[in-house]
């Protein structure tokens, strides 16, 4: 029995005002068939011309026939490019939600507070000087070295910010942002020493795979990495009710029942993880991770449990449209995926700058 | 009941409370009144756990720093004094978050409509669909009780008695308002649970506490009813200005009258201690 019964309150829900799960959900549809559509329009699209695309998604699974040709461009080129697009939008845009989520904040995402960088100075410390870590050491790690170097770099940054930006559980915004500058300069200049130091070969896959690139996918690289992403995916809903009680800061999340020590560690290395596996294999691409949970909020409001997977899905898209752009501009050459969603998503971060400037004023 | 022993928190150098015992009974709404930095909200955090503070508080007979977040969730609940929300949640949104069993969980039967009652009696019924970014400090704070009543709708449960924490919960209030909301905490206790409120009104706490604890320089000047408690002496003292205290038509209770601000709060303070309050 409740202790109070008011003579206002309606017997059913007035419309269902305030609540956009179904609009969440509807949107969530669409975005599925969007992602169908962008997913077989990127393994359609290349430098090759007149592949039988269907027919050979079809022969794999026993049906009719395809050359070898269309079958090795189809799934040994960009079926593996097309997966790794696909699941690192989804990482990024998730661990951009989970982050501002953590930080309490619109503004904050992994590439631009030095997660990246961070992530970034671990893989290219592996690449350069994994070949003088004992014979044993890189037995074991095999080709998971770099995505393993990476994360750990990610997670180191993401543990410094995240203890020079919050004080009290108040998480500064100027702070975190400059923090973030700093970090990621500082990372810079160490992984830019590596890169002197390195070899002519490795300088080669260096500068590439620091502009961000999904070209160079491989079945191989995506085994040592998707697991990893694909596990951050999956446990990312069940952060999603604590991340909407940290939305009223810490105290409150705790009077809530929140366990937010115990909530804030598991946040922050699901978003290392997953960002150092994303940086591993493809490098830098930036923006993804602060566009995507922007936008889905202004439609669908912040509720975490309708926002990750709708985040997920948003953000496969948005890499496999920028995919196909960074190899159309400049066809038959390719730009690298960075570029385009720098160029994209720069403007779009000072726009929410400009709505939110209040938000820098605290 | 309610039983924190030998409360102590120092900040820095500071000591903010020094050594205070403070009860409060399920069934009964307590106050904790006290001029400002006497240090009322300290009390309130460490008794609900969110600091860490020397001495040991009890909840119906359990340590509450041996609890489990979660576990205290669903024996209490705790209105912040304000709170900055992060993200443009809607009313129901926001208020929907004090459903600790989750939306899976039947346990409470009604989730659905549960929202919209807290909200009708806290009189924002028609505001679900509004921005909790957008609404005035006085309609978020209210918001807030709603979520805060959600969280602990039975104030009994399972025959074990529920605690309502409210930190200066009318402070951005306007008098109608003010009203209502004590009214929510009365009922509530009436109902069998705990009350604990931080408050500023002394005529508020006079009309609506069953029992006061008044604080000063971090200890227990005085606990009883409010008539005991609300005395020209003990007020004038930890207040620093000249109160009187008189008896109105038609409740009965005490009725606090300023009269005139001191020059010399020091100068009473220091009378009063050697009254030994």
């Known amino acids: 029995m409740a202790f109070v019964t008011s003579r206002l309150a309606p017997r059913r829900p007035a419309a269902l005002a305030g609540d956009r799960q179904m609009r969440a959900l509807a949107l969530r549809m669409a975005l599925v068939l969007a992602l169908i559509v962008v997913m077989l329009f990127s393994l359609g699209w290349g430098a090759a011309s007149g592949i039988d695309v269907p027919g050979a998604l079809a022969a794999k699974a026993g049906i009719g026939t395809a050359s070898l040709r269309d079958m090795a461009i189809v799934w040994d080129i960009r079926m593996p490019r097309m997966v790794t697009g696909a699941l690192v939008g989804a990482a990024l845009a998730v661990s951009g939600t989970v982050m501002q989520g953590l930080f309490r904040n619109p503004l904050a995402d992994p590439g631009l507070v030095g997660v990246s960088a961070g992530a970034g100075f671990g893989a290219v410390a592996a690449i350069v000087l994994g070949g003088f870590l004992p014979v044993a050491v890189q037995a074991a790690t095999g080709a998971a070295l770099i995505p393993l170097a990476a994360f750990l770099g990610g997670w180191a940054s993401t543990l410094v910010l995240y203890k020079i930006a919050t004080r009290g559980g108040h998480t500064s915004v100027a702070t975190m942002l400059l923090a973030g500058i700093a970090l990621g300069a500082l990372t810079g200049a160490v992984t830019g020493f590596i890169v002197y130091r390195a070899s002519d070969d490795q300088l080669r896959d260096l500068t590439f795979w620091g502009m961000g690139s999904v070209a160079g996918a491989t079945w191989a690289k995506l085994l040592a990495a998707g697991p990893i992403i694909v596990l951050t995916l999956i446990s990312a809903p069940f952060l999603a009710r604590a991340l909407d009680a940290l939305a009223l800061g810490e105290p409150v999340a705790n009077h809530l029942g929140v366990d937010v020590q115990r909530m804030k560690r598991l946040a922050i290395l699901s978003v290392a993880a997953s960002v150092g596996a994303c940086v591993a294999i493809t490098g830098g691409i930036g923006f993804v991770g602060i566009v995507v949970p922007h936008l889905l909020r202004l439609v669908q409001g912040p509720v975490h449990r309708l926002l990750l997977p709708n985040a997920a899905i948003l953000g496969a898209i948005v890499v496999l449209l920028a995919d196909m752009i960074s190899r159309t501009v400049v066809a038959p050459a390719e730009l690298p995926i960075g570029i385009v969603t720098a160029v994209l998503g720069g403007p779009f971060f000072l726009w929410i700058l400009l709505k939110n400037r209040a938000i820098l004023e605290m | ?277």
């Open chain 2, 1 to 277: 009941m309610l039983e924190a022993h030998s409360i102590t928190v120092t900040y820095g150098s500071r000591r903010v409370l020094d050594r205070v015992d403070f009860t409060a009974k399920a069934g009964e709404m307590t106050a904790i009144v006290g001029p400002n930095g006497s240090g009322k909200t300290t009390l309130l955090k460490a008794i609900t756990g969110e600091i860490n503070a020397g001495g040991v508080t009890r909840l119906d007979g359990q340590n509450i720093a041996k609890m489990s977040p979660s576990e205290l969730a669903t024996r209490r609940a705790v209105l912040p004094q304000s709170g900055h929300v992060a993200f443009p949640f809607t009313v129901l949104e926001l208020v929907r978050l004090g459903l600790t069993r989750g939306f899976a969980t039947s346990a409470t039967s009604g989730q659905d409509t549960l929202p919209h009652q807290a909200l009708a009696r806290v009189g924002l019924s028609g505001f679900e669909g509004r921005s909790v970014q957008e609404l005035s400090g006085g309609e978020r704070q209210r918001v807030q009780l709603a979520r805060v009543l959600l969280q602990i709708w039975e104030p009994v449960l399972d025959d074990m008695p529920r605690w309502l924490f409210l930190d200066e919960p009318v402070s951005a209030l306007d008098i109608g308002h003010q009203l209502v909301v004590m009214q929510i905490a009365h009922d509530f206790a009436q109902m069998g649970g705990g009350v604990v409120a931080v408050m500023h009104d002394l005529n508020l706490t006079a009309m609506f506490a069953d029992r006061v604890t008044l604080l000063d320089q971090g200890r227990v000047q005085g606990v009883g009813t409010p008539k005991e408690v609300f005395t020209d002496a003990h007020l004038s003292a930890c207040y620093g200005c000249t109160l009187r205290t008189n008896t109105p038509p038609p409740f009965g209770g005490p009725w606090i009258l300023p009269q005139a601000a001191s020059h010399h709060p020091n100068h009473i303070r220091a009378s009063a201690r050697a009254r030994h309050f």
